[in-house]
């Protein structure tokens, strides 16, 4: 199948009106020029290299849209699938907790978690991109080492990220705002919230031994069966490299320029939120991964809360990135592809897995089509192989 009249964005440069053929869900061939006879004609249109997601929070959302309103597991999942497609998304990691005592208690017990991890892991067949599983463990969960063992050497889980919530640091560390929170969501007064905070820092200190003790033992057994490791919130300079003489390699979100600098040069990657980098500002007044890009420290573009976001980050990025849309775009494809050991695709290049998304670049952009393993997953109609174009237009002019 050949694609023609692209603009094609490749890991180093784009090239201007080229062509590419698939063969077998794979890049077969790539021309600097259009091509005759093409199946499908792009008129300029972007051609991207498939989206890749470390981090989505957005599969709880799926499962509970109101608080306490269940929905089907398979029903979640199927919705999922198709908003990230509809994204540019091809490979997508779905970020799901063991932290009983969040927001989301519920839906991040053990039991829960574990089960939906499963049920990830038997949808993949029968879904329209790659899902995988990033499981994220608070560092104060009991099990935490017993469970990590249990998912990775049945191979259900395909990252593994190590979260602090404890009050005083990371993103909490705002006491004064963390305790007016709680008062206000609780119905409590300020100090017993204050009070319930301090509780929870002295828990963490009397622990601080034994959790690094348990940090160690997972990012070895993690890496003894070649799972990756990212740490998540990294604020201080201390942190950062405790967090990498863990040999842990990518640090997610960090809180502050001073963390982002560390870790990127103790070699670490930084990924970061793309709809703070579409916004310009983290929600929660975290560091901004415009800066972070703009000083030159950021990696990785992660969907986070919101799919939608990922080609208008990269779009708004691209007119500063030294690179320009190349460069920006190898936040969401080359650079994770190569963090995650996914060496079969990140970038158009021959041989490389077929994944691939069509978009305009007109205001936010948008996704015309999406590629996974060279079938097409999602059209718009904007942009149709040769066969279904012809169809499309009999049916319009029947209507």
């Known amino acids: 199948m050949w694609l023609s009249d692209f603009r094609i964005v490749l890991a180093d440069r784009v090239i201007d009106r080229g062509a590419l053929r698939i063969e077998d869900g794979l890049i077969a061939e790539i021309s600097e020029t259009p091509v005759s006879g093409a199946d499908m004609e792009g008129n300029g249109l972007l051609l991207l290299p498939g989206m890749i997601d470390m981090h989505g929070d957005m599969i709880e959302r799926e499962m509970e849209p109101r608080p306490g309103v269940r929905m089907p597991m398979d029903m979640g999942l199927r919705d999922l699938d198709i908003k990230l ?16 005592g969040s927001a989301y208690g519920h839906m991040r017990s053990y039991d829960f978690t574990s089960k939906l991890i499963r049920a990830v892991v038997s949808a993949r067949p029968n879904l329209l991109i790659d899902h995988r599983v990033h499981a994220r463990f608070e560092v104060t969960f009991p099990a935490a080492l017993s469970v990590v063992k ?11 990220s190590l979260c602090d ?37 002295r828990d963490r200190q009397e622990t601080a031994g034994d959790m690094i003790a348990t940090l160690r033992a997972i990012t070895q057994y993690c890496a003894m069966h070649g ?4 740490s998540h919130d990294d604020d201080t300079v201390e942190k950062v490299t405790l967090m ?12 502050t320029l001073e963390a982002a600098r560390e870790a990127h040069r ?41 799919p939608s976001a990922m080609l208008p980050a990269v779009l708004v990025l691209a007119e500063t990135d030294p690179d320009g ?35 305009s670049s007109t205001g936010v952009g948008q996704v015309h089509a999406t590629f996974s393993r060279g079938r097409l997953v999602h059209a718009d109609g904007k942009v149709l192989p040769a066969g279904i174009a ?7 002019r029947m209507s």
């Open 390 to 396: 012809s169809r499309h237009e009999h049916v319009i």
């Open 165 to 201: 919530h404890t009050p005083g640091q990371g993103q909490y560390r705002d006491l004064e705002l963390q305790a007016a929170n709680i008062s206000r969501n609780k119905g409590i007064s300020l100090e017993a919230a204050a009070e319930q905070l301090q509780q929870r820092i």
């Open 85 to 100: 497609a509809t994204s540019g998304i091809t490979t997508a990691y779905a970020s799901l907790s063991f932290a009983p």
């Open 227 to 230: 799972v990756p490791v990212a």
């Open 325 to 359: 849309l190349a460069g920006a775009a190898r936040l969401t494809s080359f650079n994770p592809a190569r963090a995650l050991g996914l060496l079969d695709r990140g970038e158009i290049r021959v041989g490389l897995r077929a994944d691939m998304l069509v978009a």
């Open 150 to 160: 249990e998912l990775v050497s049945e191979g259900s889980v395909d990252l593994v």
């Open 244 to 255: 990498e003489q863990l040999g842990i390699k990518i640090s997610e979100f960090p809180v």
């Open 266 to 306: 103790r070699g670490m990657l930084n990924a970061m939120g793309a709809p703070n980098a579409l916004r310009g500002q983290s929600y929660s007044g975290n560091l901004s991964a415009r800066e972070a890009h703009a000083s030159g420290v950021l990696d990785l573009l992660a969907a986070d809360y919101h």
